[in-house]
Structure formats: C-alpha cells, structure tokens
C-alpha cells in the first residue's frame, strides 16, 4: 500500500507526500536504519486518519513572507527530489499554518522572526494541522538566512528532506550539508540542530511515531 491509496486526501496534500516519500527513498539508504524508519512513514501514511480541524490561521512568522518564495524557488531550481517537492509544496502552501517554536533556547535574540515551522500532518494540537494523526508527523522547516535552530532531541526517529543548502549536526558533532534533495535520518533522541547559511534552509521532515 502507498500514500496515493489514500482516497479522501486533497490531492494537492496527496502529490506532496508521494514527492516527499519518493525523494527520501532515493537517499535514505545512505542512513543506518533509515529505510525501516521511512517503510514506518510510508505505512502510517497510507492508513485512515481523522478529520482536519476548521481553524482560522494566524499571521506567520515574518520569515515565511520574507523568505518563502525564494527558499521555494531555491528548490525548484535545484531539480531532482528537491525540485518536485518545492513545487507541490507550492500548491499546498496556501493551506499551510505557520508558528514559532517554543520551548528551546533560542540561538539568536530574534529568533522567533528567523524561522517558523508548520506541521501539515500530526496530533491536533498543533496549529493549523492538515491531517489528524497521532502516528506519523509530516512538518516543515523553514530557517532564515545567517540563522541557528537550536539543538534539540526527541523520542521519535525524525527523517528530513534538504529542498535547499543549508547544514545540519547531530550531538554536537560537524557540521554537514546534505545538499537540496539530501537526506537526514535521526535516531531516536539523538542531540541535533539546523542552521542556514546565505539564503533561507527549507526541508520537510517525516517522524514515524
Ligand atoms: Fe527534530
């Protein structure tokens, strides 16, 4: 079964996953343990899920009107996996809710200007959410220019989609660039952070719950 076999899924939000999963399968071999992590997401997804809250959104992030476009247009240009999933992205942005994250010590005093983030698939909590879940999350990254996310841990194994440059770490260690449509598997609660060089870092993460 595959996320396409999804029935009731807008198919804008449909062709997203299906570029989203198709771009991670190209690269998650290269991830000890990333294949099982991502067959977890593939699953989940195919599956029934609950109905979308009816919430008005809120503004976004100043990021998201600042850096969007370009970080999107950066992904388009790059081809491959990256290409395809900024271009469905697109077509659902519209429809996405963007927040701050709480909770983590900012890099920066303001931090919350610089990033936002947006969960399109995940528990009902979360603002804006696409599609109720509570066993896989889908969200995205966005990370202005010159900025930190700072590092963080959690329980679940968390896969990442690179749609533009821009680097990651995990427990502290070098940094590292993935390139657009790179792949980046993190175990469970393994120490990791983000951050953004010239231009905004965008990607989309999958957390198979
Ligand atoms: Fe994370």
């Known amino acids: 079964m595959t996320a396409s076999d999804f029935a009731t899924r807008d198919p804008a939000l449909q062709a997203l996953l299906d570029h989203l999963l198709e ?43 600042a850096m969007l476009a370009q970080a999107l247009a950066d992904g388009a240009a790059a081809g491959g996996s990256a290409a395809s999933v900024a271009e469905a992205l697109a077509k659902v942005s519209p429809q996405i809710t963007w927040y701050v994250r709480e909770g983590l010590t900012p890099t920066c005093e303001d931090f919350a200007d610089r990033h936002a983030l947006a969960t399109i698939i995940g528990p009902e909590d979360r603002p804006g ?62 120490l990791h952070g983000m951050r953004a060089g010239a231009t905004p870092q965008l990607a989309l993460w999958c957390l198979p719950i």
Do not use: C, M
């Not at 841990?153 to 821009?166: K, N």
């Open 129 to 190: 959410v696409l599609e109720v879940r509570s066993d896989v999350r889908v969200g995205i990254s966005l990370v202005g220019p010159h900025t930190e996310y700072p590092d963080h841990r959690h329980p679940p194994e968390e896969l990442y989609l690179a749609l533009t440059p821009g680097e990651w770490r995990q427990d502290l260690g070098p940094w590292f660039e993935p390139g657009p449509s790179g792949v980046v598997f993190n175990t469970s609660n393994i």
């Open 23 to 65: 771009g991670i399968a190209a690269r998650a071999d290269t991830w000890p343990g990333g294949p099982e992590a991502l067959a977890q997401v593939r699953g989940a997804l195919a599956g029934s899920a609950g109905p979308s809250p009816d919430a008005k959104p809120p503004e976004p992030p100043p990021v998201v009107p």
